[in-house]
């Protein structure tokens, strides 16, 4: 079964930093881009950064630009998500998404759970 | 990047179709087929059902169905059914490598 879990969210005070994590299983991880896409409570959802199947293409959101770091260790099939400079518009829950290509071709097939991260 | 604009609710009575738009720009919707739509019931993550315009992963029913014309993507669901009861969202590609997801809409089966 494709499946994508992370982990690492939790209640963080404003311009402090956070790590989320994303273990992938049932296919072969080093083959896809990955992303993260959050979603406020009630809210829409939202695209906060991309990163091809070899870490050498990475693209964020203006919104966190800067701020985040997306990389990837394809030997732990993991996906992660460094978020330093936390604000309380950070507040949401954060989804692992697989691409389906290489690169950042923006198609979404498989989708986490979401882990949640309260900046207050 | 702005948000894709969709309108905020649709309903429709099992057996019915609906149709859901996604305007963007000339720099997201019009300028790429890379438009895809998302499905998310109350509770659960969004799950793919419309890929590039058109196209329909092999667990989405024939009844949904994409479309696109000029900065304008569609979403239609034919013979409705109350499981079809959910949010859904349009994503674009963006000329800044970047994706951008409509503001989602709540569609309600009567």
């Known amino acids: 079964e494709v499946q994508l879990v992370e982990s690492g969210g939790g209640l963080e005070q404003p311009g402090r930093s956070l790590r989320l994590s994303c273990v992938a299983s049932?296919?072969?991880?080093?083959?896809?881009?990955m992303h993260w896409v959050r979603q406020v409570s009630g809210k829409g959802l939202e695209w906060v950064s991309g990163?091809?199947?070899?870490?050498?293409?990475?693209a964020y959101a203006d919104s966190v630009k800067g701020r985040f770091t997306i990389s990837r260790d394809n030997a732990k099939k993991s996906l992660y998500l460094q978020m330093n400079g936390l604000r309380a518009e950070d507040t949401a829950l954060y989804y692992c998404v697989k691409d389906t290509r290489g690169y950042t071709y923006f198609n979404m097939d498989v989708w986490g759970k979401g882990t949640t991260v309260t900046v207050s | 990047q702005s948000a894709l604009t969709q309108p905020p609710s649709v309903s429709g009575s099992p057996g019915q179709s609906v149709t859901i738009s996604c305007t963007g720009s000339s720099s997201d919707v019009g300028g790429y087929d890379r438009v895809s739509w998302f499905q998310q019931p109350p509770g659960t993550a969004p799950r793919l059902i419309i890929f590039e315009v058109n196209s329909r992963p092999s667990w989405v029913p024939y009844r949904f169905s994409g479309s696109k014309s000029g900065n304008t993507a569609s979403l239609t669901i034919s013979g409705l059914q109350a499981e079809d009861e959910a949010d859904y969202y349009c994503?674009?590609?963006?000329?800044?490598?970047?994706?951008?997801f409509g503001g989602g809409t709540k569609l309600t089966v009567l």
């Open positions: 994503s674009s590609y963006t000329t800044r490598n970047t994706l951008v």
């Open positions: 049932g296919f072969t991880f080093d083959d896809y881009a």
């Open positions: 990163i091809t199947w070899n870490s050498a293409g990475r």
